[in-house]
């Protein structure tokens, strides 16, 4: 049974800083191509950031230069390292691993509020 399993979410000041996690079991780890998603309430869900199985990466314009994916395959592991966080970040964040077949977590809200 595959299982994607998002943790780190939670409530942080704007200009503050969050790591999550998403622990992955069930699949062939490095084969697949991992993907951070995050949707606000009435609307779409939108890509955040990928990493591909050769560690090359891809992010979306409003998270450059502050958000930063890693992967760990020897621990099965996707990053999503979060800096200056601000109010329009909030959201539940993703986690999602693609190849053969798409995968997905059950999201980790992440609220950026004084």
């Known amino acids: 049974q595959v299982q994607l399993v998002e943790s780190g979410g939670g409530l942080v000041q704007p200009g503050g800083s969050l790591r999550l996690s998403c622990a992955a079991s069930g699949i062939i780890f490095s084969r697949y191509y991992l993907n951070w998603y995050r949707q606000v309430p009435g609307k779409q869900r939108e890509l955040v950031a990928s990493?591909?199985?050769?560690?090359?990466?891809h992010y979306e314009d409003s998270v450059k230069g502050r958000f930063t994916v890693s992967r760990d395959n020897a621990k099965n592991t996707c990053y999503l390292q979060m800096d200056n966080l601000q109010p329009e970040d909030t959201a539940v964040y993703y986690c999602?691993?693609?190849?053969?077949?798409?995968?997905w977590g059950q999201g980790t809200q992440v609220t950026v509020a004084s």
């Open positions: 999602n691993a693609r190849w053969a077949s798409d995968f």
């Open positions: 990493i591909h199985t050769s560690h090359s990466t």
